[in-house]
């Protein structure tokens, strides 16, 4: 184990191989720079960024951390085609909430939602040459990961099967985020949308470390040293912590939010793809219970974000969370109301119970 | 953890604490004596045994145990109330396949299914007084479970939740088998049916050795001594494993089934209530495929087995196990063909590399 860890820590050019899963919409440079400057692997989450904010967290990366490593992460999905039909199905589905907070669904506007790796990121990352970069839904198009690659880049990407694994290996991934059911956020599956093909992190990283030549990271479900013990027990090269960062005063996870992952409520979390159109773990608030986690009336990845962003605003300025994607691994109890460096401390002990 | 599993190894009488799980269909008292012969705990599943099948199960463990510690185990659900109006919707649901295999639909013997736990069954236990005794679903009735424990029995029962750990401690477990998404066959949920709220091993485990004063024995996913050590590192107690044993020697697994778990298929299982009626993981095949793996139409368990049995006997007949229940958890790598005493040797080396 201590040989496997090392070398992954060396390849990170980390003191630690621990990285802090990138978390768009909780998280800026702020963390990265806490979790870097600690001695793990911090990580800028851009899929909701704009080039101009994504060039200025980078810079506030690099004031901040010089040398020390960061990892910048994208989502790298096929933008979708909008399509009328669907979007107007989706509204109608929505359409008792949507008539409860006095939204009218003609005038919703499009959302932003997330954006796809592309040229015009590749562009601003090459001006700040990250020593990570990490990728969701597979990896980009070849041409567009070996801008990447030409500055020497680590490249990360998560698999959710064996077979995302073996193909993550043999398109260029240095290592693989072996993402276990239980994470939160959302699921990286790119090879097959059946969500009964995802185990859980006990089968699916001895199956990925067994098979793969590169290192694999285990994430999902761990939330202290012990988490990070048992991973390194099952072979793991590394781990990926998300949840357990969204209470530490460096994150910008709202109050509602932090209140959820605190409760009891914490205890219960589905995959739901109404936020956004893909499926991804939260806790399970009004919304999915009414609605169901699942559902088949959600436009494609990313635009169903766009009729539920009105009723989150209203409901948020209620003091509700019943429309916020609550997103939360299946593991919360690992949440601490500290400053990262304290939790990156804490976390790494685990790395000494292993080997 | 030293203390934690040694304590446990003694609540069972056995050298390890480790548990061969109780596998109804695939195994009998064979693999069980086998198991306990080599130190471990061996289990006797009896959900599908008639009263004079069990009492002959039952003799042949004491006679080849002696004073070595058995357990066996039982479900405890309620049994249904037969609805005709279901079962026609359920033969009507499985009408293609029946027709294919040339079934009369109105020829199907109702079946024998799977039988809970009773006062039948505690009298015949009664005559052997085994050391252990487990439960699936829940716990029997406050009278009937203290007929098992008149006689000092250690009684063991599933959660696949926190509040259902909690539940089982409260109502007289004397350790709660922590059932990770990840294990094969029935889940043993039975505070609610809602299968979002069942988690993988990694976040299962931690939160109830948190909670739980009981010893808490992990089950799901581990296949090997590493997965063993992994649980260790979590704070389990002790573990139990089941794919594992399907291709021993000593296991009556079919020649279909055995062939499944040996190749790529295995990669793929899903929770599936077509089988009995309620969730369990078993290998995806043509049945899980064609109907989906979970159908509203499955009467109430078991009473669902009626209906496929035949489809299941004419298959297999064919030399196919398209409509075959091939049970398996997500991690089927630990399968070895060799006798059940060397894989417990193999496996209890995980006890050592913990604590």
């Not at 043999?170 to 290592?175: E, K, P, V």
């Amino acid at each position: 184990m201590l040989s496997s860890s090392s070398s992954l820590a060396a390849l990170l050019g980390t003191e630690f191989p621990l990285v802090q899963a990138p978390m768009a919409g909780v998280q800026g440079s702020r963390l990265a720079i806490a979790v870097s400057g600690a001695g793990a692997l911090g990580s800028l989450p851009c899929a909701m960024l704009s080039t101009e904010a994504m060039r200025s967290e980078l810079a506030a990366l690099r004031d901040a951390l010089g040398e020390r490593p960061y990892n910048v992460n994208f989502f790298c999905h096929q933008a979708p085609v909008p399509d009328a039909a669907r979007e107007a199905a989706w509204r109608e589905a929505l359409a008792p909430f949507l008539r409860e907070f006095g939204i009218d669904p003609a005038a919703i506007p499009a959302g932003p939602g997330r954006n796809p790796f592309s040229t015009e990121a590749a562009e601003v990352l090459a001006e700040f040459r990250p020593r990570v970069v990490s990728f969701h839904f597979g990896l980009p198009a070849p041409d567009l990961l070996a801008r990447v690659k030409a500055w020497g880049a680590v490249v990360l990407a998560s698999a959710t099967t064996v077979e995302e694994g073996l193909w993550l290996q043999a398109h260029g991934a240095d290592a693989v985020i072996a993402q276990g059911l239980e994470a939160g956020g959302h699921r990286g599956h790119f090879l097959s949308h059946d969500l009964t093909r995802q185990p859980g992190l006990f089968a699916l990283l001895p199956q990925l470390v067994a098979q793969l030549r590169v290192p694999v990271i285990a994430a999902g479900g761990i939330a202290d040293a012990q988490g990070v013990a048992a991973a390194m027990a099952l072979g793991a090269a590394g781990v990926q912590v998300g949840t357990a960062w969204l209470l530490c005063d460096e994150a910008t996870t709202t109050p509602l939010h932090r209140a959820a992952l605190k409760s009891e409520a914490a205890r219960h979390t589905a995959l739901t793809n109404l936020f956004t159109g893909r499926a991804a773990r939260g806790i399970v608030n009004r919304l999915l219970r009414e609605a169901g986690p699942m559902s088949a009336a959600a436009p494609e990845f990313p635009l169903a974000t766009a009729a539920i962003a009105p009723l989150r605003a209203k409901a948020e300025a209620q003091g509700s969370g019943d429309f916020s994607p609550l997103w939360s691994g299946q593991n919360a109890t690992g949440c601490r109301e500290v400053p990262a460096a304290e939790l990156v401390r804490a976390l790494v002990r685990g790395f000494g119970r292993a080997g």
